[in-house]
């Protein structure tokens, strides 16, 4: 079942369907489909290696820990603000599950940040306890109150995390956090299509002037992001071997695979 759900979150317009019939778009998945597929992945996780121990040098350590101890605090959110506006979109279109769903994506977010954190912990450095995320949201509390730009910047995000964790598994021999950096890169790949999906459905009736718009912002913010990620853990991802000119042309590359993704055309939709 894993198998076939991972083929279904890769989006293809691909069909299986007999030579002489049209290829089909895919549909975007309901919130009951994505339900199924957070409870199935929740409970078919990678074995961990806890009894390895943090099994890291002090000089791998020294080149990754300060940009670590930032994306754990980063994931560790409670998520009471998401589950907020995904309750006020949930009752705009009719939608319930969708909360629902929104639960399990923060459930599995706050596995990534309680997993960095016992990494941390068995490498004897202490978590960071200042709540970056908690001063920007008051700066960007009212932007931040709609579901539209919550999956804009957390698509973004996600698209740098693939990188980052990719970035930390090259950079160390540590059998647990190799393992650690597998487990969410894995969990990434749908999480980007979930966001994608969500802001598929959201620009589905949006005009092309809008769009353009929409497409034109998106890309100030994540060039912006692009270059905040790369001045704030750039170290890390150097160890991991990224040059600033590497990690600059996959995360468009990525991020182009994500707008494509996002791009109401690519989807079947059931009127
Ligand atoms: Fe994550
Ligand atoms: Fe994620």
């Known amino acids: ?5 991972l083929e279904a979150l890769t989006l293809t317009t691909e069909s299986t369907a007999p030579a002489a019939m049209a290829p089909q778009p895919p549909a975007v998945w309901t919130s009951e489909q994505w339900l199924a597929y957070f409870r199935h992945n929740a409970a078919n996780l990678m074995l961990v290696p ?3 121990g943090a099994g890291v040098t002090p000089t791998e350590l020294g080149e990754i820990v300060d940009s670590l101890k930032a994306w754990q605090l980063g994931e560790t959110s409670d998520g009471r603000r998401l589950i907020r506006t995904a309750e006020k979109h949930a009752t705009r279109i009719g939608d319930p599950k969708f909360v629902d769903v929104i639960r ?3 459930a599995e977010e706050q596995r990534h940040g309680e997993e960095l954190g016992k ?3 068995a490498a004897g450095v202490p978590r960071a306890k ?3 995320g908690d001063s920007l949201f008051r700066v960007f509390r009212h932007f931040l109150m ?3 730009v919550w999956a804009t910047i957390v698509v973004i995000i996600e698209v740098h995390a693939m990188l980052y964790y990719a970035a930390i598994r090259r950079a160390t021999g540590s059998a647990l956090l190799r393992r650690i950096c597998e487990q969410i890169l894995h969990d990434e ?4 299509r979930f966001q994608c999906e969500r802001l598929a459905i959201i620009h589905q009736r949006r005009n092309r002037v809008f769009r353009w718009m929409t497409a034109a912002a998106h890309r100030v913010l994540f060039v912006g992001i692009t270059m905040a990620v790369w001045v704030g853990h750039r170290r890390a991802l150097r160890a991991g071997g990224f040059s600033f000119r590497r990690f600059w042309g996959s995360a468009w590359a990525q991020m182009r695979k994500a707008w494509r ?4 055309k690519v989807y079947r939709w059931l009127q």
């Open 130 to 132: 200042r709540d970056l």
């Open 119 to 121: 990494f941390l912990d």
């Open 146 to 148: 709609r579901m539209e």
């Open 1 to 5: 079942m894993r198998s076939a759900m």
């Open 189 to 192: 790949v749908p999480h980007i």
């Open 261 to 264: 993704a996002m791009n109401p």
């Open 104 to 106: 399990l994506f923060i």
């Open 50 to 52: 806890w009894e390895s």
